[in-house]
């Protein structure tokens, strides 16, 4: 298709636009971010712990999480991954998108500071607390294929049949599995475009603390990432805590890290005024 002089400076000045936006996104940001928590930082207070759950290797869980709750996910042993997946409790067809969460942030690593944003473009999640910043959002989850690729024959569990078993107790099904994020999954991308597993960044002990900014239904999976190169599918029990870490601030470093998060944060209001009105 030829193109007229017209429609080629359109494209032109829409490339130079994204270029802009996408050198303030990722030069703004990066230096708005809080630093990652201090592994003896931020203790929760005991009056404020509603539930403990241990999730045993290889099970998953499901929870409610009303706005202004948090979740503290543990990686106990230093070698689980805990894959989640989340959906607006008023309406679930409402859920978490992995891809909008990379492109509208301008990154594709999660840390402390950043929020996982669903499909409509509102905040699910904010990160306040995070003592890795080693979160795998390219990868996904671990299946009965990759299982049997990995670790041969044998009755392993795998995170896409947990999430479809954890759907049907939160009154889903497998249509709303989407894809996943995964924590304490040290994946990077190297100079070729590959993706590289860095399990020197994984520590037993980190945590990472996920408020939910609307009220949530979750769903957890602790099983081996893909990615995970040990040649054992046993990886040991994490800890999920939910605890009430009340609202953001307007000051909130997951709310005013960039300009995107602003937006979605506004996005989130707007639609709470529409329901009030």
């Given at each position: 298709?030829?193109?007229?002089?017209?429609?080629?400076?359109?494209?032109?000045?829409?490339?130079?636009?994204?270029?802009?936006?996408?050198?303030?996104?990722?030069g703004q940001a990066p230096r708005a971010l809080p630093p990652l928590t201090a592994r003896d930082g931020?203790?929760?207070?005991?009056?404020?712990?509603?539930?403990?759950?241990?999730?045993?290797?290889?099970?998953?869980?499901?929870?409610?999480?009303?706005?202004?709750?948090?979740?503290?996910?543990?990686?106990?042993?230093?070698?689980?991954?805990?894959?989640?997946?989340?959906?607006?409790?008023?309406?679930?067809?409402?859920?978490?998108?992995?891809?909008?969460?990379?492109?509208?942030?301008?990154?594709?690593?999660?840390?402390?500071?950043?929020?996982?944003?669903?499909?409509?473009?509102?905040?699910?999640?904010?990160?306040?607390?995070?003592?890795?910043?080693?979160?795998?959002?390219?990868?996904?989850?671990?299946?009965?294929?990759?299982?049997?690729?990995?670790?041969?024959?044998?009755?392993?569990?795998?995170?896409?049949?947990?999430?479809?078993?954890?759907?049907?107790?939160?009154?889903?099904?497998?249509?709303?599995?989407?894809?996943?994020?995964?924590?304490?999954?040290?994946?990077?991308?190297?100079?070729?475009?590959?993706?590289?597993?860095?399990?020197?960044?994984?520590?037993?002990?980190?945590?990472?603390?996920?408020?939910?900014?609307?009220?949530?239904?979750?769903?957890?999976?602790?099983?081996?990432?893909?990615?995970?190169?040990?040649?054992?599918?046993?990886?040991?029990?994490?800890?999920?805590?939910?605890?009430?870490?009340?609202?953001?601030?307007?000051?909130?470093?997951?709310?005013?890290?960039s300009a995107e998060a602003l937006r979605a944060f506004e996005n989130n209001a707007l639609s709470d005024?529409?329901?009030?009105?």
């Amino acid at each position: 298709m030829i193109l007229t002089q017209e429609q080629q400076a359109e494209i032109a000045a829409n490339r130079r636009r994204y270029e802009e936006l996408k050198a303030a996104g990722q030069g703004q940001a990066p230096r708005a971010l809080p630093p990652l928590t201090a592994r003896d930082g931020a203790p929760i207070a005991e009056a404020a712990i509603d539930h403990r759950e241990t999730i045993a290797d290889g099970w998953y869980w499901t929870t409610r999480l009303k706005r202004g709750e948090a979740l503290r996910l543990v990686n106990t042993g230093g070698q689980s991954c805990v894959s989640l997946l989340a959906w607006s409790a008023a309406e679930p067809s409402e859920r978490l998108n992995h891809a909008d969460t990379i492109k509208v942030q301008w990154a594709a690593s999660l840390r402390r500071g950043r929020v996982i944003l669903s499909d409509m473009g509102r905040v699910l999640l904010s990160m306040v607390e995070d003592t890795s910043g080693a979160h795998d959002t390219l990868a996904g989850a671990s299946s009965a294929v990759t299982n049997a690729e990995k670790y041969g024959a044998g009755s392993y569990r795998n995170s896409r049949d947990n999430f479809i078993l954890a759907a049907g107790k939160l009154g889903l099904d497998r249509r709303d599995v989407m894809p996943c994020i995964a924590f304490f999954a040290p994946v990077a991308v190297d100079g070729t475009g590959r993706l590289v597993w860095q399990e020197e960044r994984r520590r037993a002990g980190d945590f990472v603390d996920l408020r939910a900014e609307m009220d949530l239904l979750v769903a957890l999976s602790n099983c081996p990432h893909p990615l995970d190169p040990l040649p054992t599918p046993r990886r040991g029990a994490v800890e999920a805590i939910r605890y009430r870490a009340g609202p953001a601030a307007p000051d909130d470093p997951c709310r005013t890290a960039s300009a995107e998060a602003l937006r979605a944060f506004e996005n989130n209001a707007l639609s709470d005024s529409a329901i009030a009105g």
